[in-house]
């Protein structure tokens, strides 16, 4: 147990089917972080840890609800010291919530109200909730929405073809993986990037693009729900609603198992039939495994064209995520594509994972910009405890 001096805020990120946690220190620097991996759908959680814990967590019957009271109380408060503060992931924030906010009960009710709109995220975010005011109690908590950061968007591409009255009724396009976008427009300066055209793709079970004009989200690929835009692991992205009232017609008017095959039985998993994880895929010698790779580029370049015409142009591209971090052979096949955009790939540096993916000569630059929801949301939460 560490005998810490100081506080330390938690980060908590309950995804579709992960949770990630990170403990910070006030002057934000990780002391201890880690993920809990192939929670749900019968598979059998797995936990690895900055400290160098690789183990199973669990059985295949265990959901998010069931794995944070003891991820909490055996793996992340004995490394804890004095939590000062708790902050949240939550996937959708509606109209309403457009900016982090101190979590009470009221806060709480308004969070579960959305979960119609992200059925596949919303109730973990919840649990994450829940499974830390039992085990803090009093210990004051943040709500941080990745819907966010796109609330700016032009109202005319916020909204859809449809009579303004559905908008008016909260029928409009959100957009998600805000935090991670924040996160990517911090580091832009970086990059010599503080002003100008950037498309940065979040690429992981869940993916999507954000247009970005200087650090400020102006063009996003998902809408209403985090089903639209591109191919992701179990999600089909965008999809002609003909095909979504036959698909409806075809399960008898059943739209509870539509809902199953869209959100955990489509995208990579239900095009290769082997999995929604890109690393298995890459690895596979099957035909169909190939195919859903070469669908998931595809996609993926059609999506990053839509956003260069969105934002009149590109600057920079960005590659964050599981997959944009750690599949060197899907962005090479992107930037391939991409070379009429003025995208010259350098294959070694591709292949090493350097922060630069592009040759000195390109006339454009791509990069890689790690993922880092969770010091955003440590940061939000020190912005409010202040």
Not at 175 to 185: K, Q, T
Not at 305 to 331: H, K, Q, T, W, Y
Request: hydrophobic residues 40%; glycine residues 14%.
């Amino acid at each position: 147990m560490i005998d810490s001096p100081h506080n330390t805020l938690l980060a908590l990120n309950c995804g579709s089917s992960s949770i990630k946690f990170a403990l910070f220190t006030p002057d934000f620097q990780r002391s201890f972080s880690g993920l809990v991996e192939a929670i749900g759908h019968g598979q059998t959680p797995k936990l690895k840890t900055s400290a160098g814990d690789n183990m199973e967590f669990g059985g295949p019957d265990q959901d998010h609800a069931s794995v944070l009271p003891r991820l909490i109380d055996e793996i992340i408060l004995p490394r804890a010291g004095t939590i000062s503060g708790v902050g949240h992931r939550i996937v959708h924030g509606g109209e309403r919530f457009n900016a982090p906010v101190r979590i009470t009960p009221a806060i709480r009710q308004g969070i579960a109200e959305l979960t119609p709109l992200a059925p596949g995220h919303q109730p973990h975010n919840l649990a994450g909730i829940d499974a830390a005011t039992r085990a803090l109690p009093g210990v004051p908590q943040v709500a941080c929405f990745d819907t966010a950061f796109h609330s700016g968007i032009a109202t005319v591409r916020r909204e859809m073809p449809l009579p303004r009255s559905y908008a008016r009724n909260g029928l409009i396009r959100y957009g998600f993986h805000g935090l991670s976008y924040e996160h990517v427009a911090a580091n832009l300066p970086g990059l010599g990037f503080a002003s100008g055209r950037v498309i940065a793709c979040h690429l992981g079970n869940g993916c999507s693009i954000c247009g970005m004009i200087d650090g400020v989200s102006r063009w996003t690929s998902m809408g209403f729900t985090p089903l639209d835009g591109l191919m992701m692991g179990q999600r089909p992205g965008r999809l002609d609603p003909g095909a979504v009232l036959w698909l409806i017609e075809q399960h008898g008017g059943d739209t509870a198992a539509v809902s199953k095959l869209f959100y955990h039985q489509s995208g990579l998993s239900g095009v290769s039939g082997l999995s929604g994880d890109m690393r298995t895929l890459l690895a596979s010698d099957q035909p169909d495994a190939a195919f859903a790779v070469e669908m998931f580029v595809d996609r993926l370049v059609q999506e990053i064209g839509g956003a260069a015409a969105g934002l009149g142009g590109v600057d920079a591209l960005i590659f964050s995520g599981g997959i944009g971090e750690n599949a060197a052979p899907v962005r090479a096949m992107v930037l391939e594509k991409l070379e009429w955009l003025g995208f010259n790939l350098d294959g070694a540096a591709n292949s090493a994972g350097e922060k630069r993916l592009t040759t000195g000569e390109s006339e454009r630059h791509a990069f890689i910009v790690e993922a880092d929801e969770e010091r955003i949301i440590a940061q939000e939460v020190a912005g409010l405890l202040d």
